[in-house]
């Protein structure tokens, strides 16, 4: 999935890009090294996942990992234009609120994109805002789908 997420994301110019759940750092660790001049920040909930990410890249200055529960975590004070959301949720319309937040709160006039991966391919049909500009499913819950609000 993520050389396809790649290809779309060369056609925009994202500057920051927030990993909301980053687990161990892998999925930052394919966007720095494809995309080295970019800024990434990682939430990540679990403590050991959470310092596996700040030893992973304590020597990149590109790189920011906090530790804490994204949904009360204040991510819009760092000014992205990307979210990357890796299915961690119990049920798949609990990232709506989130999703809403971001919409509602967003820069107007600035473009934010938005990848979904694993989750049910359903889930968005109530984000009438945001464009589909990409999608790849093998099965109903595992694949990716990208939005655009502009």
Do not use: W
């Amino acid at each position: 999935f993520f050389f396809k997420i790649k290809k779309v994301l060369k056609k925009y110019n994202f500057f920051v890009l927030i990993f909301l759940g980053c687990g161990s750092g892998r999925v930052i660790d394919f966007f720095d090294k494809n995309f080295p001049k970019k800024k990434f920040i990682g939430i990540e909930y679990f403590k050991n996942q959470y310092e596996r990410c700040v030893i992973k890249f304590k020597k990149k200055n590109n790189i920011l990992i906090k530790q804490g529960d994204f949904t009360k975590y204040d991510f819009l004070k760092h000014n992205a234009n990307c979210y990357f959301f890796n299915n961690p949720f119990k049920n798949d319309k609990d990232i709506i609120p989130i999703i809403k937040y971001i919409t509602m709160n967003h820069i107007k006039g600035r473009n934010i994109l938005f990848i979904f991966v694993n989750f049910n391919k359903d889930t968005f049909e109530e984000l009438k805002d945001l464009k589909k500009i990409e999608k790849y499913y093998i099965n109903k819950d595992k694949g990716f789908s990208l939005y655009l609000l502009d």
